[in-house]
C-alpha cells in the first residue's frame, strides 16, 4: 500500500478537532470511527492501568511506612505527651527558658 505524501499535510474532511483519526482513517482506508473507538478505548485501558498501579505502589508505600514508624516507636520512650528524646526535651526547656525571659521582661516594663 502506497500513501501520497499530500494526505499528511492537509487537514481532513470529517476532522473534529486536530484531525489526525480522520487523516490516519483516511490514509488506511479505515472508518474513522473505528479508529477514534481504538483510540479512546487504548486511552480508557490505559488510564484504569495507570490508576490501579498507583494505587498499588501508593499501599505498598503506606505498608512500608508502617513498618518503620513501629521500628522507630519501639526505640523512643512513650510519654503523655508522645515519643520523648533528648533532642526534643532539650528545645522545650529552651523554650521554657525564653518564656520565662519574654515574661519578666513584660512585668519590668509594666513596672515602670
Given at each position: 500500500m502506497r500513501?501520497?505524501?499530500?494526505?499528511?499535510?492537509?487537514?481532513?474532511d470529517g476532522a473534529l478537532l486536530g484531525g489526525v483519526c480522520a487523516g490516519i482513517a483516511?490514509?488506511?482506508r479505515w472508518n474513522v470511527?473505528?479508529?477514534r473507538a481504538l483510540?479512546?478505548?487504548?486511552?480508557?485501558?490505559?488510564?484504569?492501568?495507570?490508576?490501579?498501579?498507583?494505587?498499588l505502589l501508593a499501599l505498598a508505600i503506606h505498608l512500608l511506612g508502617n513498618e518503620k514508624l513501629q521500628g522507630k516507636k519501639s526505640r523512643g520512650k512513650k510519654t503523655?505527651?508522645?515519643?520523648a528524646s533528648p533532642e526534643l526535651s532539650q528545645r522545650s526547656q529552651r523554650i521554657a527558658?525564653?518564656?520565662q525571659r519574654f515574661r519578666?521582661?513584660?512585668?519590668?516594663?509594666?513596672g515602670n
Open positions: 500513501i501520497k505524501p499530500h494526505i499528511w499535510v492537509k487537514r481532513p483516511r490514509a488506511l470511527w473505528v479508529l483510540f479512546t478505548g487504548f486511552l480508557a485501558i490505559k488510564t484504569v492501568a495507570a490508576l490501579i498501579i498507583y494505587a503523655a505527651g508522645g515519643l527558658d525564653l518564656e519578666e521582661l513584660e512585668d519590668s516594663d509594666c
